[in-house]
């Protein structure tokens, strides 16, 4: 156990270091001619790939745009002229704010273009473009409180929610100490968590708090009045050394000023997807049977990463378990820690563990990231299941098949694992049950299951508690449906 | 004379097993020759079975030699092991049949798979086995669905399906209820009668009395005596075995 952990240690101090010095290497101030391969190796392979948190509007959010969620918003247009300058395809990866630049460091994305501010302490880590575009402060409230609260300060004693990481929330740090911080991740949540009074006011940046008050009935966006404490507004994110593409970007944010594309055209069409957002047609597209396409891929992908997961669980979990049974003391040991070890971490650490560091060294997508995440994890529990229902049989079984000259392996093939798999199958039942309500947390990397779908709806659609509503049902149906049919199975099996 | 035929099929010296701090048989020393039929008796906890289980090796004995056909059991690796184990069979106080299988399929397991005989052949000594038995039209049932006596006849052809060279019992008829000991006795009689070699731990001071060649009795780690029944049940020796006998036959 002791051995494992140091050894794991280790290896992650070398997967991090090499990281790290890798970054060093090619350390470089905003004024240095290129001379790295970043953005040979965009060109190379014809594509930028972008990370952005699509719940920040204008600056980028989701719209059903043919029954297919499609980011669009201020940010993706300068993307697109990005990229287009450079002579590549745009690809867009959504994920969660707070991995924005984990995925940036760790080479999933080229670039990371979010509404992200240009900070001292995130330029240690990525080198950033230029400013393009600086707003104030708001605060979205709603329209009741309108009378009482006029700026951050008339919030003494009550709750304030920012996103957590954005620049809105240290400025409540610093400034509002008065009143309690509520971080969330997702923009959509603040807003929800506003209108079903978790929190009296959200802090944003100006265009996005008018782009929430303008489509969500009965809130309000007011000025913040929060002190400049020196932000210099929003910047593209590059990996540490990538100057040729700093220098890229640099270039068409320069025309984009010049011709003051931002105000001209960029938010105007942000504000056109908006403003839809309130049209009749567009309430019929955000019923939710519009987004049964979103909760059917969810569904499906639930679905799938549970089953293959519980399979190789269970393989993985037959060998640790018949490790742990054995008496050669190694290989005793190896199942021991793996088991002891993937029980005593959250499944959320090991699969941004898998996506984001083993990514350092091969470079897993996140649907196979998050597989294997959760078969790796599946098996441990899975081993316990098998090792306790072999243990459940009677030595007697064991000593009158050795006396007829079986030798131990065959003993264990052809007399007690038939008979320990009439415990096991129950107990597989039930974890590839837990597995369908687990393996949610996948969502956290960007793979496309229910959640990850059921946020997209969310927002999509402005509303927060019905795509929730409908995807408990839909887990509820999974797993009720599941242990139906798993005591189907089971009553067949013991009138055999 | 001939070397040959002077060798035990069973032989320990110097036998001796400790489990933690409790040394369960200290020193035993006895032969078992072909075609012999010994009744080991004791009180309870005597180490009965587990010097049984030393004899095929279920238990790794502490110290001492095992010797089956001259050869020390206790210095061969695994596999030579089961191979040995083959030519021993045992029959257990709680029957053990595989309940996943059915009484042919329990019968012909490890012909098949350890002997690798074929299926017919297989089939064919099993089915003789269960006649042998009186079970011939139980092939097909699980074991659950049998009554103890019957279980433990499947057991004993289960045992013989490898053509065991020697027959180890465990308070064979301990188990049941006593309308059936008499049907399990009596296929032990006929094996004893058709020249199998037997070593059979019971309590069945009447089976011991009228079949066995030789009592053995075991008390305190050591077989204390070891005697032709008739000897050993009108003039026990120690003082043990004459408490013993005495607590046996006020019950
Ligand atoms: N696997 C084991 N580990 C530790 N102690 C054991 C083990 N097996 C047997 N013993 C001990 O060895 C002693 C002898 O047990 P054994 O079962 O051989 O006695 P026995 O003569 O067969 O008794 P019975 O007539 O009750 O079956 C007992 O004290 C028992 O507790
Ligand atoms: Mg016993």
Redesign the pocket.
């Known amino acids: 156990m002791k051995k494992f952990a140091k050894w794991l240690f280790l290896v992650v101090t070398i997967v991090v270091t090499l990281g790290v010095t890798g970054n060093m290497n090619t350390k470089a101030d905003s004024n240095t001619p290129a001379t790295d391969q970043y953005l040979s190796k965009v060109k190379a392979k014809g594509e930028l790939v972008v990370g952005t948190s699509p719940d920040f509007p204008p600056y980028e959010f989701t719209k059903n745009i043919n029954g297919k969620s499609k980011v669009v918003g201020m940010d993706m247009e300068i993307s697109k002229k990005v990229a287009h300058d450079m002579g590549v395809k745009l690809v867009i990866r959504r994920m969660d704010f707070d991995s924005l630049l984990v995925a940036l460091q760790t080479g999933k994305v080229d670039m990371v273009i979010a509404g992200m501010s240009k900070t001292p302490k995130r330029a240690k880590s990525v080198d950033f473009s230029n400013v393009y575009y600086k707003a104030g402060e708001d605060l979205v409230i709603k329209k009741s409180d309108l009378k009482t609260i006029k700026s951050y300060k008339s919030l003494a004693g009550k709750a304030i929610g920012a996103q957590t990481g954005s620049i809105q929330y240290n400025l409540v740090k610093n400034q509002a100490t008065k009143s309690t911080l509520k971080g969330m991740d997702k923009d959509t949540d603040l807003i929800l968590a506003l209108q079903t009074n978790k929190i009296d006011a959200i802090a944003l940046d100006q265009p996005t708090a008018e782009a929430y008050a303008k489509n969500t009935s009965g809130l309000v966006a007011i000025n913040a009045h929060f002190k400049d404490e020196g932000e210099q507004g929003s910047a593209i994110a590059f990996p540490k050394g990538a100057q040729s593409l700093v220098n890229s970007a640099n270039k068409s944010i320069a025309e984009i000023k010049s011709k003051n594309l931002i105000h001209k055209q960029y938010l105007p069409n942000a504000g056109k997807y908006l403003a839809t957002g309130k049209s009749k047609s567009a309430k019929a597209a955000n019923s939710m049977w519009a987004y049964k396409d979103f909760f059917i891929a969810g569904v499906g992908y639930t679905l799938m990463i549970s089953a293959v997961s519980v399979v190789i669980g269970f393989l993985l979990g037959t060998l640790l378990a018949l490790m742990r049974l054995s008496k050669n003391k190694i290989a005793n040991g190896i199942s021991v820690s793996y088991i002891e070890f993937v029980r005593g971490t959250p499944l959320m650490v090991q699969i941004l563990f898998i996506y984001f560091g083993l990514g350092l060294v091969v470079n897993i997508p996140a649907l196979l990231s998050g597989i294997i995440a959760v078969s790796l994890n599946s098996g441990a529990y899975v081993a316990e299941v098998i090792r306790s229902g072999i243990s459940s049989i009677a030595v007697g079984q064991t000593e009158a098949s050795r006396s007829l000259g079986l030798s131990r392996s065959m003993t264990m093939r052809f007399i007690i694992l038939p008979q320990a798999m009439k415990n096991i199958w129950p107990a597989l039942g039930n974890e590839f049950v837990s597995l369908i309500k687990e393996s949610s947390i996948v969502s956290i990397i960007g793979v496309k299951d229910l959640i990850y779908q059921s946020r997209i709806v969310q927002a999509d659609t402005y509303r927060g508690v019905m795509p929730l509503l409908i995807t408990m049902i839909l887990y509820f149906i999974m797993t009720f449906g599941l242990s139906r049919l798993m005591k189907f199975f089971e009553g067949r099996m013991t009138h055999e | 004379m001939n070397n040959e035929t002077v060798t035990p099929v069973l032989e320990v010296k110097h036998l001796k097993?400790v489990?933690?701090q409790?040394e369960?048989l200290k020193d035993i020393n006895e032969q078992v020759s072909n075609g012999q039929v010994i009744c080991l008796i004791?009180?309870?906890?005597?180490?009965?079975?587990?010097?049984?289980?030393c004899l095929n090796m279920l238990?790794q004995p502490t110290s001492g030699e095992v010797l089956f056909e001259g050869q020390d059991l206790t210095k061969l690796d695994d596999k030579r092991l089961d191979k040995t184990r083959e030519n021993m069979g045992m029959v257990f106080?709680s029957f053990n049949l595989f309940p996943h299988k059915t009484v042919i399929e329990n019968i012909k397991l490890a012909p098949v798979k350890v002997k690798g005989e074929d299926d017919a052949t297989a089939t064919a000594t099993a089915e003789k086995l269960l006649k042998q038995v009186g079970l011939e039209n139980k092939a097909d049932a699980f074991p659950a669905s049998l009554s103890g006596g019957q279980q433990q006849r499947v057991a004993i052809a289960r045992a013989l399906a490898m053509n065991p060279k020697v027959m180890l019992f465990?308070?064979p008829t301990?188990a049941l209820d006593p309308e059936m000991v008499g049907e399990v006795l009596k296929v032990m009689q006929d094996l004893a009668s058709e020249g199998m070699t037997m070593v059979v731990?019971t309590?069945e001071m009447g089976f011991a009395r009228n079949v066995a060649d030789k009592v053995w009795f075991?008390a305190d780690g050591y077989i204390q005596e070891s005697a032709e029944p008739k000897t050993f049940f009108e003039h026990p020796e120690t003082d043990r075995a004459k408490d013993f006998l005495a607590k046996i036959l006020e019950a």
């Open positions: 097993k489990f933690g409790n369960v004791g009180p309870s906890g005597a180490g009965k079975s587990t010097f049984l289980r238990d106080q465990d308070e301990s731990v309590h075991m």
